[in-house]
Each structure stands twice: as structure tokens, then as C-alpha cells.
């Protein structure tokens, strides 16, 4: 069978709850599936075996993301 890894961070529980749906779909498409939370990962995860790699993180605010505007500010 083939297999997916998602590995997540979450700081409100969101990224973890669109884990748990990704998951349920991948499963049902026939991938044997594992998810792991970022703090019990390894860099070893990243190398094995799996035909599918996820990695999810939680995002803030309303699309904009003023302060990478202004470390990258080029004048």
C-alpha cells in the first residue's frame, strides 16, 4: 500500500483539525496514512519511505504579512 506522512504544527488546534481531514481523505483514496505533531518528528521522517509528504503549519491574520514586508524591504 502506498503511504502518505503529514507532519503538523498547531497553535490553536486549526492546523491539527485540517490534519485529521486531510488524513480521512488520503485514507479513503487508499493511502496508508501517519501523522505525526512537528515536536515528535525527526529529520529521518522526512527521508522515509512515503510517496506523499505533508508538512502543516498554522498561518495568522488577513493575508497580509507586514512584518516579512519589511525585513525584505529593498529601497
Known sequence: ???ALIIF????GNTE?????IKT???ESGLETEVKEVTDAAVADLMANHEL?????????DDTIDWQ???GRVN
Open 25 to 27: 481523505a488520503l485514507e
Open 1 to 3: 500500500m502506498k503511504k
Open 17 to 21: 483539525d485540517m490534519t485529521g481531514i
Open 69 to 71: 514586508l519589511e525585513i
Open 9 to 12: 504544527g498547531s497553535t490553536t
Open 53 to 61: 509528504l505533508l508538512l502543516g503549519c498554522p498561518a495568522y491574520g
